[in-house]
């Protein structure tokens, strides 16, 4: 009974990882990535329209998120806030931590938009709002689709550090699996599976949505 | 110091129509210690077609540039209509002027760039009305039906659901073209608007320039290098050099008897003929 690897173990922890995957993973995934994209684009445009002091404050503030680890930030949340759902606390700290990379990638992105787009829009009076709404964030963003949906795989697949905060997403319902019937190779295996199923299509996926960008004006 | 920096009293009292369309007093314009433009004084009456010629890096563009506010002026003033544009005195002291009040004076003019700058996320139509609707307040079908006979009126009546990039350099600058008189500015800031094209096509771009100075009455600065469309649209040509005017003349003058030195060794350059002179078709 005990090889490497047992097929009816296997069958019988699918159910409970997919069931996590759904539950947890994929929920943390899109609604960390939504608050991610949406957080990050307003720090990149605040940063760049508020006075220098204001804008190194923000600067500092998102760098000292990018350069802590995600676990750190999860275990800090977690005894900060305990009367919080953990779920909820990862949702917001993936989001945030994210955030502060996405805002790099629009500030790239922005920066790309050429000097006379933003004065054609001075030349015809439009509102600062307008400027960035309707000529320069449009621009902005399809040089940055890329760069953003790597970020959103890259957070997919660190959903696994949840687990130290006591969500039970994928990994941890496999090791909750495994420590019921000794039985950890297969549930862990699978989850991997799992995440290279979604991760790979999501990523060529991507890679079409750039092309399609690059030509589609 | 000179009346003249009151503007509510030239402009209230009658003599409106002596009001230039554009002044400037005293201007000065500083790149880091790279002094650009000096104590610079010039007026542009109201309708006239002013062509401001002279070597590169004589300040032509930054002229245009201060106008229409996108650079700032490191000294002096500029008066629109006789309102302080971005700068004025104030008990004697020179305070910039809020945006709100630089944003109303602005609407006034318009300006088409060497490099087109049409956006490439909106539709040609969607590039002529987006300022209409958004900054005018217009309707998009008033915006729209103005714009498909600026369309019409720039030869370009098919391409309204075109992109931008989907045309031609020439097609696109007549885009800009239809794009700033859409706004219906009472200036038109014209911006080596042929010197991004293939010589082949800036016959074209001039050909609906010449027909907008010959049935409008909207006041043209202009920097160009086609000195013959200088002289057939403008009625006075300035030469610049080193910031400054060194002369000022009707463009029959001036492109056939130009007084000053610098004057006859550029247009001797920039034409490449003998005497200085273009000939007259």
Excluded: C
């Excluded at chain 1, 508020?50 to 802590?68: E, L």
């Amino acid at each position: 009974m005990n090889g490497l690897w047992d097929w009816d173990a296997a069958w019988a922890v699918l159910p409970e990882l997919l069931l996590a995957f759904v539950q947890v993973t994929l929920i943390v995934t899109v609604l960390s990535t939504a608050i991610a994209a949406v957080l990050g684009l307003f720090i990149a445009i605040l940063r760049m329209s508020v006075p220098k002091p204001i804008a190194a404050v923000i600067t500092f503030i998102g760098d000292f998120i990018r350069m802590t680890p995600i676990v750190v930030q999860l275990l800090f949340a977690y005894w900060t806030f305990l009367t919080i759902e953990p779920l909820t606390i990862g949702i917001v700290v993936f989001g945030i931590h994210y955030s502060t990379y996405m805002a790099e990638v629009y500030r790239a992105g922005i920066d790309s938009v050429p000097k006379g787009q933003w004065e054609a829009t001075t030349a015809l009076s439009m509102s600062k709002r307008r400027a960035w709404t309707a000529v320069i964030v449009p621009q902005a963003l399809r040089a940055t689709v890329p760069a953003l949906g790597n970020y959103a795989i890259s957070m997919f697949k660190d959903t696994p550090f949840l687990l130290t905060i006591g969500v039970v997403e994928m990994v941890r319902a496999g090791l909750t699996f495994g420590g019921n019937n000794f039985r950890y190779m297969e549930a862990i295996t699978l989850a991997g599976v799992i995440f290279l199923l979604a991760s790979y299509p999501t990523s060529l996926l991507i890679s079409r949505l750039e092309k399609r960008l690059a030509y589609n004006y | 110091m000179p009346t003249t920096t009151d503007p509510h009293a030239a402009a209230g009292d009658g003599t409106a129509a002596a009001v230039p369309a554009i002044r400037f007093e005293n201007v000065e314009k500083r790149f880091g210690d790279n002094v650009v433009l000096k104590d610079l004084n010039f007026e542009v009456a109201k309708g006239d077609r002013v062509t401001l010629i002279g070597p590169s890096g004589s300040g032509k563009t930054t002229i245009l540039r201060l106008v229409m506010t996108l650079e700032s002026l490191s000294d002096g003033y500029i008066y629109i209509d006789g309102e302080p544009l971005t700068h004025e005195l104030r008990d004697g002291k020179r305070v910039a002027r809020s945006e709100k009040a630089q944003k109303q004076i602005r609407k006034r003019i318009g300006m088409v760039f060497q490099q087109f700058n049409l956006f490439p996320n909106m539709t040609v139509l969607e590039n002529i009305i987006e300022a209409p609707v958004h900054v005018l307040g217009q309707s998009k079908a008033e915006a729209t039906k103005r714009a498909m006979e600026l369309l019409e009126s720039v030869g370009l009546p098919g391409k309204a659901n075109a992109h931008p990039l989907q045309l031609s350099g020439g097609q696109q600058q007549r885009v800009a073209i239809a794009r700033a008189l859409a706004m219906d500015p009472d200036i038109l800031l014209l911006d080596e608007v042929t010197s991004a094209l293939d010589p082949e096509i800036v016959g074209e771009v001039l050909g609906i320039l010449r027909h907008i100075a010959e049935t409008t009455d909207i006041t043209m600065l202009i920097v160009t290098h086609e000195m013959q469309f200088a002289r057939d649209v403008s009625n006075r040509v300035m030469m610049f050099d080193g910031g400054r005017v060194v002369e000022e003349a009707t463009p029959d003058v001036m492109f056939t008897n130009p007084q000053h030195e610098r004057t006859q060794a550029f247009l001797h350059a920039v034409l490449g003929s003998g005497d200085g002179h273009i000939g007259t078709h």
